[in-house]
């Protein structure tokens, strides 16, 4: 990625050190401009004043004077489509970033194309000591069951290769990797984790959730160039999209070290909600409490993300009843509801939000019972988070009323997930237990703020795509006609909060960004698209024209090669 800054307009290359005098508000006019009003309701304005710290100062509506004079600058949006700046409400920053870095499966529709891929990176990559990637997804290529170690073996034979699953609760590990990790027939997965095997005992070559770090742990770590770079990779890759905050899940002392670095350079422009990677990840990086906010609003310790079980692709999701596919197994969760409560404990004693991966029935089950139970002890407004909620059992919905009145509950959903995962879901599920399934609507109804987010790199940061699911559920096929579940579709202006105040909100960040408002950060985009009447077809295809965070330009679509808007001027 360039670093020099010429993605941002002449109006802010001037750094304040180099001339306070010339910093002055500027006025955007002449757009279609829409955001979620202090009501919850769209609300529309033809211009906007923000000052030369980046802080929004006035929309202007249809009727009403547009000044002319008192201004620095002025910014012709030329009548185009201006939203608030998105957010994505659950990602993981490096592992987007590192995606871009390694090899990616994710496009691949067979094994045989798969294994073709790996061969020709192998051959690309001669002096890596270890082969590694992600992104495949074993239903994605009809395969009826895991890939194989001796798959791999038949294309890298060499040295070890590790890939991630799609959902980043599997790996795949040809022979050299699991030598490295020594498993074995013998080998006993831990709690919470499944080693796949053949008929013969033998390890098949895929690690499920806790088995995973037998293997992973022996992958040569990232250097902090590696991490810098991967950071640079996933930052572009969002504001290019419109997202100009994120909601970073899971994050290490390694990522936060990396958010710092960029800060203190000025090279941090996306606005990151960090959620530690359990307790003592989260300790490590802000002790005893979160972390103000830094660097212009741009990072924050917000709190503490822990894993209940795993995902439905790879049958670690904790279910009620037994899989429907899979009838010897209901998944693999990692807490009872008593090790759970303790962590949740540990984590409000300390003032962190607590957001909580819970993706099968059984899971949020006995998450929203720990949330009920410690809501007596931890009051006022906590906003805890679940994290995905993909499958909630309609008799729970109850106890989530209750939490959300008590403490707040946020329901932190993807929904591109619905359009990728239904046809697995209906074979995992069966028939008969959908009904709690991917149900934003229904989490609404009982009282929970709607975040929406990609999950990310499991899916790609895209919020388009995500929109279009949120109010049609079809996917981009237009499968299945009138939508899966259609009762679980929400309204445009539902799904653009989901996207903006429902996720700043989530992150108490809502006095901070995610609309446009007097007193909120002037981040914003310029679309070719009005996602508030296109057809869902259309709004999968909106291209991003321009990306403002704080003021300043960080992507320009006549300019994709300009760089990241390192000259956008940061005001600490």
């Not at 920053?93 to 990176?121: C, H, P, R, W």
């Not at 679940?386 to 008590?406: G, L, N």
């Not at 679309?527 to 991003?544: G, L, N």
């Amino acid at each position: 990625m360039a670093r020099a800054g010429l993605a941002a307009l002449a109006v802010l290359l001037a750094t304040p050190a180099a001339s306070e005098s010339a910093w002055a508000d500027t006025l955007v006019d002449n757009v279609a401009g829409q955001t979620i009003g202090a009501d919850g309701h769209i609300e529309r304005f033809k211009a906007m004043v923000f000052d030369d710290a980046g802080v929004v100062k006035a929309l202007i509506h249809e009727g009403e004077k547009t000044p002319k004079k008192g201004f620095q600058y002025r910014i012709d949006g030329k009548g185009r489509i201006m939203l608030p700046g998105l957010i994505d409400a659950h990602v993981h920053v490096m592992g987007t970033g590192f995606a871009a870095l390694t090899l990616d499966l994710s496009e691949t529709k067979s094994l045989g194309e798969a294994l073709a891929k790996i061969a020709d990176y192998a051959k690309a990559h001669p002096d890596r000591p270890w082969l590694i990637g992600g992104g495949w997804n074993q239903e994605r290529w009809k395969l009826g069951r895991f890939p194989t170690a001796t798959e791999l073996d038949s294309v890298v034979s060499d040295r070890p290769v590790w890939l991630d699953r799609a959902d980043g609760h599997a790996g795949w590990a040809n022979s050299a990797a699991l030598k490295a990790g020594a498993v074995t027939a013998a080998s006993q997965a831990p709690a919470g984790g499944e080693i796949i095997h053949l008929a013969d005992g033998s390890p098949a070559g895929v690690l499920v959730d806790n088995a995973r770090p037998l293997v992973e742990t022996h992958v040569p770590p990232p250097t902090p160039r590696d991490y810098d770079t991967a950071f640079a990779l996933a930052q572009q890759n969002f504001y290019r999209r419109g997202l100009t905050a994120v909601a970073d899940m899971g994050a290490t002392l390694e990522d936060w070290q990396t958010f710092r670095r960029a800060g203190d350079a000025n090279t941090l422009y996306v606005r990151i909600m960090v959620y530690g990677a359990g307790i003592d990840n989260t300790i490590r990086i802000g002790g005893p409490g979160p972390t103000p906010w830094l660097y212009a609003d741009r990072l924050r310790l917000n709190g503490i993300k822990l894993l209940l079980d795993g995902a439905l692709g790879s049958r670690g999701a904790w279910l009620k009843a037994p899989y429907h596919d899979r009838p010897d197994t209901r998944g693999l969760p990692n807490f009872t509801q008593t090790q759970l409560s303790n962590l949740m404990s540990r984590a409000a004693m300390d003032q962190y939000q607590i957001a909580v991966h819970a993706i099968g029935d059984e899971a949020n089950a006995v998450l929203l019972g720990a949330m009920e139970d410690l809501a007596q002890t931890y009051k006022g407004d906590r906003r805890w988070r679940i994290e995905h909620a993909q499958v909630i059992d309609p008799a729970d919905w109850p106890i989530a009323e209750r939490v959300a009145k008590s403490v707040g509950l946020i329901a932190s959903m993807q929904p591109v997930h619905q359009t990728s995962d239904r046809l697995m879901a209906e074979a995992r599920l069966g028939p008969n237990r959908l009904a709690g399934a991917y149900a934003w609507a229904s989490a609404k109804a009982h009282g929970a703020v709607l975040a929406f987010g990609s999950d990310t790199p499991v899916e790609l940061p895209d919020p388009w795509t995500g929109f279009a699911a949120a109010i049609s559920r079809e996917d981009e096929n237009g499968q299945p006609p009138q939508g899966w579940q259609p009762q679980e579709r929400v309204s445009r202006e539902t799904t653009l909060a989901g996207y903006t105040s429902g996720a700043a909100y989530a992150g108490f960040a809502e006095k901070r960004f995610g609309r446009l408002a007097p007193g909120l950060r002037a981040d914003f985009i310029f679309v070719d698209t009005d996602p508030m009447v296109a057809a869902p077809e259309a709004i999968r295809k909106t291209k991003v024209l321009e990306t403002w965070v704080g003021g300043g330009k960080v992507w320009d679509a006549e300019k994709p090669e300009g760089g990241a808007g390192a000259a956008v001027p940061v005001k600490k």
